[in-house]
């Protein structure tokens, strides 16, 4: 990101961060907000993340996970999926919705520390971690109204 008013040149920032982002970003920028609702709606819109300004003035750590939401373009066996990730620190969880049967199946996790290219993936060997990293997307999913992460993060808890 390049802004030289706000940020410093040459950092690099390893936290994560989401494409969320984007718009408070650029709102951000512009000076503006979001008060007023859109016409013919009676609640201003809700944004699912703070400004990269905000969020690159703190240290560089982790303070959350980031969520991914993907719609592929092509298929697995045969089957078109909908897809959500949450991103730690150290982890990564994978998990899909295929359109056939089963339509809920093991993900990939992955140990982003010792593992940075995911090549081995570790979802039949940590059962409790894939809750814990399922329990943090139903929080986030519940928060931003995502049905098909809710269910997949239930699946991933065992629910």
Request: net charge negative; with cysteine.
């Given at each position: 990101?390049?802004y030289?008013p706000r940020?410093?040149?040459?950092r690099v920032?390893?936290?994560?961060?989401?494409l969320?982002a984007l718009?408070?970003?650029i709102?951000?920028a512009?000076?503006t907000?979001?008060?007023?609702?859109?016409?013919?709606?009676?609640?201003?819109p809700?944004?699912?993340a703070?400004s990269?300004?905000q969020?690159?003035?703190?240290?560089?750590t982790w303070?959350?996970?980031?969520?991914?939401?993907?719609i592929?373009?092509g298929s697995i066996?045969g089957s078109f999926f909908?897809e959500?990730?949450?991103r730690?620190?150290r982890?990564?969880?994978i998990?899909?919705?295929f359109?056939?049967p089963?339509?809920?199946?093991?993900g990939?996790?992955?140990?982003l520390?010792t593992?940075?290219?995911?090549?081995?993936?570790?979802?039949a060997?940590h059962p409790q971690l894939?809750?814990?990293?399922?329990k943090?997307l139903?929080?986030?999913?519940?928060?931003?109204?995502?049905?098909?992460?809710?269910e997949?993060?239930?699946?991933?808890q065992g629910q």
């Open positions: 990101m390049r030289p940020l410093p040149r040459g920032w390893d936290a994560g961060v989401t969320a718009a408070p970003t709102l951000d512009c000076g907000t979001l008060t007023q609702g859109l016409p013919g709606h009676d609640q201003t809700k944004l699912q703070e990269l300004f969020t690159l003035s703190g240290t560089d303070k959350q996970p980031v969520v991914i939401q993907n592929p373009q066996d909908d959500r990730a949450i730690t620190a982890h990564k969880l998990l899909r919705k359109d056939k089963p339509a809920l199946r093991p990939e996790l992955y140990d520390e593992d940075r290219d995911e090549r081995v993936n570790l979802y060997n894939i809750a814990d990293l399922g943090q139903e929080d986030w999913a519940r928060r931003t109204g995502d049905s098909t992460a809710v997949l993060a239930r699946f991933a």
